[in-house]
């Protein structure tokens, strides 16, 4: 009984394999797809330079201002988040042993 599972899955890969035909190089591509490359070459050009025309007077300078405002907010956050990052750096393990015993000195009598 254990072995009709395998010997059906055998059987149908097997089948299944000589179903299938493997492409070759001379595979043609679907009708729709021929018309559609056959009515492709309409012979429209791309401009060669599109004229930005929706900005207002100013609007680009006053863009680049923000732009510019933006890329100094970011790297002072990306200076305080370094500073931040160093100061929270821990020590070696001897800076550690060093300061918890200045910080634990005996009360001297």
Avoid: Y
């Avoid at 009709?4 to 890969?13: A, D, E, R, Y």
């Avoid at 492709?40 to 401009?47: C, E, K, N, T």
């Amino acid at each position: 009984m254990q072995h009709v599972p395998c010997v059906l899955s055998i059987t149908l890969l097997l089948g299944g394999c000589a179903v299938i035909e493997m492409p070759t190089a001379e595979v043609r591509h679907p009708d729709w797809v021929e018309d559609r490359l056959d009515n492709a070459g309409d012979g429209r050009r791309a401009p060669a330079v599109v004229p930005v025309t929706s900005l207002a007077s100013g609007e680009g300078e006053a863009m680049d201002d923000a732009a510019r405002r933006l890329l100094a907010e970011k790297a002072e956050m990306e200076a305080a988040a370094a500073r931040q990052t160093e100061a929270n750096q821990r020590g070696s393990a001897e800076d550690f042993v060093t300061d918890g015993q200045a910080r634990t000195e005996p009360p001297q009598q």
